[in-house]
């Protein structure tokens, strides 16, 4: 069915434009046609090489923070830490420094209230596209539009103050490139109100796919210690005392098996939406015009048939020679999305990934905590539902 989704042929179901209102707007992940087209076009910049390398140091200092918030716990004898808060805060940190120049208190304070309002959407009982379905929880529905607000409001208050700074304008990061080319795109500006949008997408984006990827990697790892030790192997023999420059990470080859493996157990986007905006035929099968279809990634992505029978085990070899990992269908792999909606900030994924987790498997090795309690849950992302408990030791 994916390899029928063609981009003029389908769009964004409205039902899920209203429901996720609140933490997307009408930002890039929701836009559509010439509206799509233009935002694109004002925020790829920001996730140029010569700007990626640019944020390779926040990314850095951020992670160095959080080693030395680990070792200060385990030297008072707790060794067990949820290393999927730590790393979301910590990647939080990170896309709110180098990707809107924010300060760490304001940054946390939108981080913590899109995690409110993530559990406030997705962790009840829903009922998207049923006919007055928010009246059926009144309360949700008016605690998700109030935190909705609210994040606008601090977000404003961010765009507003770097436009009164001259200096400001001039950052290489993500909001820089909106005020820079605010001005005029295709004859038509942001406005203030896509301006948040775009913010509040990317502030959510940009820092829950990859510390979810960190977060299932560290488990993987610590139940398979084969390969935590041969990525620890890797790092030495192709980092060793270095800085950890940007073209030494892309050598990092068996780190990006296991990415890519982990993505394809753990994908951050478990499912995919579209709308048919006219009839299609499938094989002898017509979908009829408006029909709202689920792409269930999460269900290719561990198929028998696209796979073989070794669907549901950790083996990153099979990335080895085959960017698709040996899956029989061309659009059976889709860990960030396919076509030209494909995420636009994956670079910065695989570069934040690359950088974490060379520092992390550098000072410490992991083990699977007797706490921890394996229970995927879909909350628009793929996370665990009771935390990512691991028993950590220092090298």
Not at 109 to 126: G, H, I, N, P
Not at 341 to 363: A, D, H, P, Q, W
Not at 375 to 388: A, D, E, K, N
Request: with cysteine; glycine share 8%.
């Amino acid at each position: 069915m994916s390899t029928e989704v063609m981009a003029k042929r389908w769009g964004k179901p409205s039902v899920f434009k209203n429901d996720r209102e609140s933490m997307f707007g009408k930002g890039l992940v929701m836009a559509e046609g010439a509206e799509w087209v233009r935002h694109r076009h004002v925020i790829a910049p920001a996730f140029s090489p010569l700007n990626l390398k640019a944020m390779r140091n926040m990314m850095i200092e951020s992670t160095k923070q959080m080693i030395d918030r680990w070792v200060t716990q385990i030297n008072s004898g707790n060794h067990e830490i949820d290393v999927e808060s730590e790393v979301i805060s910590t990647a939080g940190q990170i896309i709110a420094r180098s990707s809107f120049g924010m300060n760490d208190e304001d940054g946390s304070e939108v981080f913590e209230k899109l995690r409110a309002l993530q559990r406030t959407l997705f962790k009840t009982t829903r009922y998207v596209g049923v006919p007055y379905g928010k009246c059926f929880n009144v309360k949700k529905s008016l605690e998700a539009k109030k935190l909705g607000n609210e994040i606008d409001k601090l977000l404003l208050s961010v765009i507003t103050a770097r436009k009164k700074s001259k200096k400001g304008q001039d950052q290489q990061d993500l909001l820089g490139s909106l005020l820079q080319e605010n001005h005029q795109v295709d004859g038509k500006k942001l406005s203030t109100r896509e301006l948040v949008d775009e913010c509040k997408t990317f502030f959510f984006g940009g820092h829950e796919t990859t510390a979810l990827a960190i977060s299932w990697t560290l488990l993987l790892l610590a139940m398979h210690q084969d390969w935590q030790i041969q990525l620890r192997d890797e790092i030495r023999e192709v980092i060793g005392d270095n800085e950890l420059d940007i073209n030494l990470l892309a050598k990092l080859k068996k780190m990006k098996w296991v990415m890519n493996e982990v993505l394809r157990l753990y994908p951050p986007a478990p499912n995919v939406q579209r709308q048919a905006r006219e009839d299609i035929e499938v094989d002898n099968l017509t979908v009829p015009n408006g029909t709202n279809m689920w792409i269930d990634v999460v269900g290719m992505h561990h198929d028998p048939a696209l796979w073989g029978k070794d669907v549901n085990e950790f083996r990153p070899e099979r990335f080895m020679d085959d960017v698709n990992g040996g899956c029989n269908h061309k659009m059976g792999y889709l860990p960030f999305g396919f076509g030209g909606r494909m995420c636009i900030g994956r670079n910065l994924t695989f570069m934040e990934y690359k950088i974490v987790l060379t520092l992390l498997l550098s000072r410490f090795s992991f083990n699977v905590s007797p706490n921890y309690h394996h229970s995927p849950s879909i909350m628009l992302s793929l996370r665990p539902t009771y935390g990512l408990p691991l028993i950590v030791q220092p090298l």
